[in-house]
């Protein structure tokens, strides 16, 4: 028994004594845990009310200017009053808080030095009183931010993230003409427009209801969420400029299978061509912000074009078709291209064949329906100076087969078996056996059969087109096909896309 008390007595002191410093570890504990709590929280009232990215710029704001006013020996130093600053615009829906961070934004005697303490560049805020502008009417990114990473709005969730230095000209084109800045601070924004002018991009795509409609309108391009592009095969950041970037670089990179042939252009060309589109953004600001040569420039893109014939057919369609008076092959699109000025089409073919392709385009190729990309006037101009093309010497078809081909009421007989058989041989290798089209066009195609005279086709067969890879077959002298062969063959071309078969 004494052996057993003399054994439990340490035991029981040392359960005792455990339990004591456990108690003291949890007290010990808890005062930690909480001291540290507290240390938390005032680190992140710190961060949040004290030391603060935009506090903290302006402390260093006002040691800079002191130093500035003292080299300069004006008037004595100032103390900034620290607080979060901001413009709020309403007209514009902006409230920008940049000058709380960019405080010295119009402190000329703040030139030169580091951001955000420099004063604005060139005259921009001159001309512009921030009280009426703001900044994100210019600069765009999230002006109520109070942090550079969130001002700066560059992953994809954001809108509109700050647009990269050097780009900010793209906003000129909101309320001004090119004309008026393209001397004045807005260079770039004048050349981007220029360029795409000159590359004849309303070829492909429209702008104020004008233009083709292989690509996309582009009256909103610059006011597209990055989340309506693909992003996928863009190696820089995410935003909708790099976006346009590296799509002028190689459209088919950014785009599989694109149809938009990469415009070759220097880096300087890109980056003014990216400017202009993102200043494309369909936006409606108060009447008071647009200017007299923006008013001007909006007068002209919805009113009457001034453009003739020449002019309409070298913007519109010389990307594909050049001058027009010669066929050519495409590699990019794997297609003939048709001579539509050439000397035998503008002979024999209708007014109506001409302006149906143009207004229904071709269904299935790059020939896209111009209807609505063009007034019903512009297109008259336009088909009447394809038909005006003057001819080559030697080209002058005789005037039967050219009145034949103007006859719609010509309905020609022929034997559309034979004519199956002949087109196997002799026209299926390049349209196709089901007019599909392969180097030459497809014969299959409805808006060709609905709008083709019989005497076109006639005519188009048995001469060839000149200046194109379409050869003539009518030569009975030399054992080529005679008018029975020519007028089989129109029979069978007439099937085709029809669905029907010639009949046995
Ligand atoms: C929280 C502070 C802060 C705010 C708010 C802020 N900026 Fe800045 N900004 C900076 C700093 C810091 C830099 C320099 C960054 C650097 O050099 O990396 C800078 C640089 C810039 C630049 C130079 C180009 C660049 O991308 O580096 C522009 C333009 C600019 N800010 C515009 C604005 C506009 C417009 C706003 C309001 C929408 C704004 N900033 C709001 C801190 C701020
Ligand atoms: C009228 C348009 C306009 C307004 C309004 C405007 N800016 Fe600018 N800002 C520009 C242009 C243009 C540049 C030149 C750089 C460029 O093209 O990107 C520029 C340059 C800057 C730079 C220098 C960028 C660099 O690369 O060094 C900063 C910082 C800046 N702006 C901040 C502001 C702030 C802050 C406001 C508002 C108080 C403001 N801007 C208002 C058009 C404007
Ligand atoms: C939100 C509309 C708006 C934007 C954006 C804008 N401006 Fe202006 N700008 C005006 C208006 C309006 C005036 C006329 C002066 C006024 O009433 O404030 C003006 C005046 C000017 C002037 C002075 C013209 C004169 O005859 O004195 C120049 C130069 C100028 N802007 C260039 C630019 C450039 C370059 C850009 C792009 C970086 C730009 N502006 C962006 C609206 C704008
Ligand atoms: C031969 C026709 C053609 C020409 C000429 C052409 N494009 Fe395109 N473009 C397209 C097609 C088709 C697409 C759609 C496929 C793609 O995104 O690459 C496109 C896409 C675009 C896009 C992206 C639109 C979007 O948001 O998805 C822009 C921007 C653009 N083109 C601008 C231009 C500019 C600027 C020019 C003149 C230098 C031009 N294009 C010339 C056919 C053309
Ligand atoms: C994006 C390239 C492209 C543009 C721009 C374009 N075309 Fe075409 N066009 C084609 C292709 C390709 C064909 C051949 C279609 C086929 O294979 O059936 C064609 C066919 C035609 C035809 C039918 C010719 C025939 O043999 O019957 C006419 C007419 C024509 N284009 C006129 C025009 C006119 C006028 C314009 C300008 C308003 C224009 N095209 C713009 C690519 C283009
Ligand atoms: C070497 C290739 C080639 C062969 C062979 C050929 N064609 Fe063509 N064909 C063309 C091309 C290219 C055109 C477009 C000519 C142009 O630019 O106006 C064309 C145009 C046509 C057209 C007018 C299509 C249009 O859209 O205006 C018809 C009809 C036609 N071919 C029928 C035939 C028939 C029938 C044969 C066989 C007897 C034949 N072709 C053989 C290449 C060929």
Redo the contacts with the bound molecule.
Sequence with gaps: MTSKTEHTVPVRRSVDEEVARRDLVMRVGIVVVGAMTIVVMLLTAGREHVYTEWRMHQVEHEKLMRSVEAGDAGPGATDLDVHIRQIVVPE?GATDRCTSCHAGIEDPRMSGQPQPHSSHPG??LV???SA??GCT??HRGQGRALVFAEVKADDVHWPYALLPAGM??S??G???GAE??RE???EK?AAGKTLFEERSCVACHQLDGRGGSLGPALDREGAKHPQEVSMKYVSGPHTLPQWLVEHFENPARIVPDSKMNPPEMTGEQIEALTIFMLSLQDRD?PSE???PGKYLELHEARGVSKMDGPELFSTYCGVCHDTGTYGRWDDDYGKFIPAVRGPTFVQIATQNHITAAVLQGRPGTEMAPWAGGMTGEEVDRLVEYILSTPLPEGATLAPEVVSRAHQDDLLIEGDANKGEVLFSMQCAACHGQQGGGLLGPALANGVFQENVTDGFMFATIAYGHKDTAMPAFYAPEAGGYDIEDINALVAFVRLLGTGLEAQP
């Design positions: 514009l005259k921009y001309q512009h009183e009426r502008y009417i210019c900010t000209q906003s000129c909101l309320c001004h008026e800045v004045h601070g807005g924004y600001l912000y647009l200017t």
